[in-house]
């Protein structure tokens, strides 16, 4: 997700502006369908805006926009995700989930479970995090998507002490020692780093050098295999 770089809406100096973004088609036949009666096209240029602000890090002036297209068009998904995704990256994590699950209930997918999952985490509640992560696992979306629900979860389990069951959870993910894409070298870090913390530091070097096999500067690996002898 995209780093938050808070600079409120308002603050842009005079003259400057946001470049207004092509949204897909099937999201704009969607808001029109569910905006406010004559209020579509007021809507889609504020999403417009805010999915911009949130590609250039701007969480905080994309989750101004976002909510002001919320409130031209309550009932669209895409609006409810947008603005989920930019609360996520500000840190405000209970209106994010609030907004994430609007999404997912409107939308029935699954495809944002790592994003609930991850601010159930953060306001005290992990143990919620496991079933998103199920669901996540066996729903038609993409893989990175499953992985990511996946790593949260783990976290979760992880951080209650739960060593074998997170390491269950990550083992149904496929990866192979050949690949290490982005969402791959997550998996395998936080993998090694639950192996770690369960006292097999073996194996969790061996991860580590997989790691770094694919990427010399991923994450503090580095740092860790030398902390690890």
Not at 111 to 122: E, F, G, P
Not at 134 to 144: G, K, M, Q, W, Y
Not at 201 to 221: G, K, M, Y
Request: aromatic share 4%; hydrophobic share 45%.
């Amino acid at each position: 997700m995209p780093k938050p770089a808070p600079r409120p809406l308002r603050g842009r100096p005079a003259g400057s502006r946001v470049r207004r973004v092509s949204l897909p088609a099937d999201l704009v036949d969607e808001l029109r369908r569910v905006a406010r009666r004559g209020q579509a096209d007021r809507a889609l240029a504020a999403l417009g805006r805010a999915v911009e602000l949130l590609g250039r890090g701007d969480a905080r002036g994309a989750a101004a926009e976002a909510a002001r297209a919320k409130e031209l068009a309550p009932r669209s998904a895409a609006v409810r995700e947008v603005l989920g995704l930019a609360l996520y990256s500000s840190g405000r994590y209970r209106e994010a989930l609030s907004e994430m699950q609007a999404y997912r209930r409107i939308s029935g997918r699954s495809d944002q479970n790592h994003i609930i999952a991850d601010c159930l985490r953060a306001l005290g509640k992990p143990e919620r995090a496991v079933p998103l992560a199920e669901e996540a696992l066996t729903a038609p979306i993409p893989l990175e998507h499953k992985a990511e629900a996946a790593i949260v979860a783990a976290a979760a389990l992880r951080d209650q002490g739960r060593f074998e069951e997170a390491l269950s959870l990550l083992r149904r993910l496929p990866t192979r020692e050949d690949v290490g894409t982005d969402w791959v070298l997550r998996v395998w870090y936080v993998t090694a780093d639950i192996l770690e913390r369960a006292g097999r530091t073996e194996e969790a070097a061996r991860v580590f050098r997989r790691i770094l096999r694919h990427d010399q500067a991923a994450f503090d690996v580095a740092e860790r295999l030398a902390q690890l002898g």
